[in-house]
């Protein structure tokens, strides 16, 4: 095993140890939380290095790096999330390459991927991105927006919701971060009896490398973590 390969996959048994240690507490275990390794700072060979080490699922925040890193041969076999924003005009590339789409925060997004899954003859697998924090340059539904975006969902039978996504302020720390994790749980509580029955919303992506456990313990379902994943790692 190469110096790289063993570093990052020190790192990551670390990371699944902290999960399980936070599931724990919450009352679950390790597999019920999938663990997104965000591979967007870094290039090919790391990304390869997470896949032997253990991370079929990697994350990606820019379409563009997406693209780039789907196409190498040594990336051949991961499973790919875009986790950031995602323009409509990127659509089209994206959809074939990717498992799940972490962050549609818009109607109008929901139906491009909508018209371009059809005209490609898939099914788009979403999470609907919420700002629970209120922080204005975060993208993501305000609640109310939310509601109404789920009303509708059956209009757009080649999208399948799958539940929801957020991120916490920048400021705060643990307890900020917290109440915007929890806030997001207690939204999906209340919106999921009303969800039409091609909705569901099992799913709850919160939570990176600096606050993942506070996400768990928050009820996350999906943690996506980068930064820890390649410490000791130069860029």
Same mark, same amino acid.
């Given at each position: 095993?190469?110096?790289?390969?063993?570093?990052?996959?020190?790192?990551?048994?670390?990371?699944? #140890?902290?999960?399980?240690?936070?599931?724990?507490?919450?009352?679950?275990?390790?597999?019920?939380?999938?663990?997104?390794?965000?591979?967007?700072?870094?290039?090919?060979?790391?990304?390869?290095?997470?896949?032997?080490?253990?991370?079929?699922?990697?994350?990606?925040?820019?379409?563009?790096?997406?693209?780039?890193?789907?196409?190498?041969?040594?990336?051949?076999?991961?499973?790919?999330?875009?986790?950031?924003?995602?323009?409509?005009?990127?659509?089209?590339?994206?959809?074939?390459?990717?498992?799940?789409?972490?962050?549609?925060?818009?109607?109008?997004?929901?139906?491009?991927?909508?018209?371009?899954?059809?005209?490609?003859?898939?099914?788009?697998?979403?999470?609907?991105?919420?700002?629970?924090?209120?922080?204005?340059?975060?993208?993501?539904?305000?609640?109310?927006?939310?509601?109404?975006?789920? #009303?509708?969902?059956?209009?757009?039978?080649?999208?399948?919701?799958?539940?929801?996504?957020?991120?916490?302020?920048?400021?705060?720390? #643990?307890?900020?971060?917290?109440?915007?994790?929890?806030?997001?749980?207690?939204?999906?509580?209340?919106?999921?009896?009303?969800?039409?029955? #091609?909705?569901?919303?099992?799913?709850?992506?919160?939570?990176?490398?600096?606050?993942?456990?506070?996400?768990?313990?928050?009820?996350?379902?999906?943690?996506?973590?980068?930064?820890?994943?390649?410490?000791?790692?130069?860029?």
């Amino acid at each position: 095993m190469d110096d790289l390969v063993k570093q990052i996959s020190a790192n990551v048994a670390n990371v699944r #140890e902290r999960i399980a240690v936070a599931a724990e507490k919450d009352g679950r275990t390790v597999d019920d939380i999938q663990l997104v390794a965000v591979s967007k700072y870094f290039g090919v060979a790391e990304s390869a290095a997470l896949l032997a080490a253990g991370c079929p699922v990697l994350g990606e925040s820019r379409p563009q790096q997406l693209w780039e890193k789907a196409e190498a041969n040594e990336l051949a076999t991961a499973g790919w999330h875009l986790i950031g924003h995602l323009q409509r005009n990127k659509v089209r590339r994206t959809l074939p390459l990717v498992s799940l789409i972490h962050s549609v925060d818009s109607l109008r997004l929901l139906k491009s991927i909508n018209e371009i899954a059809q005209q490609l003859d898939l099914i788009a697998s979403v999470l609907l991105e919420v700002n629970c924090s209120g922080e204005t340059e975060k993208h993501g539904l305000e609640p109310d927006d939310l509601k109404r975006l789920l #009303e509708v969902a059956p209009e757009y039978p080649h999208v399948v919701i799958r539940g929801l996504m957020t991120m916490a302020a920048r400021e705060g720390g #643990e307890s900020v971060a917290a109440e915007n994790f929890s806030k997001l749980r207690q939204l999906r509580d209340e919106v999921a009896p009303q969800c039409p029955p #091609e909705v569901s919303l099992g799913e709850l992506s919160m939570g990176m490398s600096h606050d993942f456990e506070t996400a768990i313990r928050e009820g996350a379902t999906i943690v996506r973590v980068g930064s820890l994943l390649f410490d000791g790692i130069e860029r």
